[in-house]
């Protein structure tokens, strides 16, 4: 139990480029999910909380308008990286908990590779 | 600023030695620790600790909680090349904010040779 999916898995994309993420609970109901960013090295930062049907927390630092996160259901959660520049190449993971408790055990995915040329 | 400081930050032992990972905090409105395991994608759940005291166990590993020291550690004996990975430790909180979220440390790099 308690699986949770990214799609894709990695992706290269030019500047400029818009590139959306998914994450999905497939076995239970994710009322809240957050996303993170790796960078080589280095341990995951939390970039966003994620409601559904709300709009997201995003942590300090973190521009909203460059990361759009949707949670339209709740199964399912997108991270657009919007204009995507080489700095933003990372390592982007989600992770999903059942109540929204930060407490509660977070699941996570297995990360999207971002490349940016 | 809330943080989680991991050590050593790499550690290379023999097949079989048994290893100890420790990890400390300070967060505002601790309410629980969580140990992870990452090997070449996302991290995978070990243990939540939210107790002092209470040791749990799965297998070879083990992990206990100190909160009047804020720390933690996590235990593997008999260890086996498999057992390689990045160790995380997590702590969840309430933020200033009110928000609930998890503060990582900077991971233990494990490794084990044959």
């Known amino acids: 139990g308690a699986v949770v999916s990214q799609h894709p898995s990695w992706v290269i994309c030019k500047s400029g480029t818009s590139v959306k993420i998914e994450c999905r609970s497939l076995?239970?109901?994710?009322?809240?999910m957050f996303w993170y960013r790796q960078f080589p090295k280095q341990s995951l930062m939390l970039m966003a909380t994620?409601?559904?049907?709300?709009?997201?927390?995003?942590e300090q630092g973190v521009e909203k308008d460059k990361f759009l996160i949707n949670h339209a259901s709740l199964t399912l959660s997108t991270l657009t990286v919007t204009s995507a520049h080489p700095e933003d190449s990372s390592f982007y993971i989600c992770?999903?908990?059942?109540?929204?408790?930060?407490?509660?055990?977070?699941?996570f995915g297995p990360g999207t590779r971002l490349t940016v040329l | 600023e809330d943080k989680v400081v991991q050590s050593p930050l790499s550690l290379v032992v023999h097949e079989g030695d048994t290893v100890t990972l420790n990890c400390s905090y300070e967060?505002?409105?601790?309410?629980?620790l969580l140990w992870y395991k990452q090997e070449k994608k996302a991290p995978t759940f070990l243990f939540m600790l939210?107790?002092?005291?209470i040791e749990k166990k799965s297998g070879r590993l083990s992990s206990i909680l100190d909160k009047k020291e804020l720390s933690s550690i996590l235990n593997i004996t008999a260890t086996q090349t498999g057992d390689s990975a990045i160790y995380l430790c997590?702590?969840?909180?309430?933020?200033?904010?009110?928000?609930?979220?998890?503060?990582f440390g900077q991971g233990t790099r494990l490794t084990i040779n044959p």
């Open positions: 992770s999903a908990s059942s109540s929204g408790h930060s407490t509660d055990t977070q699941y």
């Open positions: 076995d239970f109901q994710a009322t809240t």
């Open positions: 994620s409601n559904e049907g709300s709009k997201a927390t995003y």
């Open positions: 967060v505002t409105n601790f309410r629980s």
């Open positions: 939210t107790s002092s005291g």
């Open positions: 997590a702590v969840g909180h309430i933020s200033i904010q009110g928000a609930q979220k998890l503060v």
